[in-house]
């Protein structure tokens, strides 16, 4: 008996390691890389003759879309946040379309936590400002906005999340997608 435990008892071990090794390895494969934005998906939507995109990181997805003043909804749930995109006809200079917009968020009893800043995002003149405001479930929201200019529209660019407190990294990958909003024709 004590030589079949002497003998076993080895090739056990080398079973045993062999299993925590392979195991190991699985777990290394299985970590996923946080996407940057040069790697992320496109998302491309058409409104009337003009094509748009950004890029979704990580965990974002596309979500039905029934409300027909917004052109686009996409979210994570992991990080309570969304992003969508609302069209206006240009009929004024884009800063009074600022200056509306900030009365409206005011109106809302929102708070402008940073004022809007004159910013070009890829080609195009646009302000970009953040502020909180509370949803009808009386949830805080942090917006990340852009409010942009194009030929025929402006587009009202929202990221938000309804964490209450939300991390640096949230707010960040909000400010990600954001940047990459473009115009292709």
């Keep these: 008996m004590k030589k079949y435990v002497k003998f076993l008892l080895p090739i056990l071990s080398v079973i045993f390691l062999v299993g925590c090794s392979q195991t190991q390895t699985k777990s290394d494969e299985s970590k996923l890389k946080e996407t940057d934005t040069d790697s992320a998906l496109m998302y491309t939507f058409k409104l009337d003759e003009h094509e ?28 309570k946040s969304y992003m969508s995109a609302g069209f206006e006809p240009k009929k004024q200079p884009l800063d009074k379309y600022k200056d509306s917009f900030v009365e409206k968020v005011g109106e809302k009893s929102g708070n402008i936590i940073k004022q809007p800043e004159k910013k070009t995002i890829n080609n195009l003149d646009s302000y970009y400002l953040t502020f909180n405001m509370k949803d009808n479930k009386d949830r805080d929201l942090t917006y990340k906005t852009y409010l942009i200019e194009t030929d025929d529209y402006f587009i009202n660019l929202a990221a938000w999340t309804s964490d209450e407190k939300p991390t640096d990294k949230v707010l960040n990958d909000l400010d990600k997608m954001l940047a990459t909003f473009e115009q292709l024709k």
């Excluded at 990181?57 to 996409?74: M, Q, R, S, Y």
């Design 52 to 79: 748009y995109r950004f890029r979704l990181l990580d965990g974002w997805i596309k979500f039905p879309n029934e409300d027909k003043t917004i052109a686009f909804l996409v979210a994570n749930k992991d990080t």
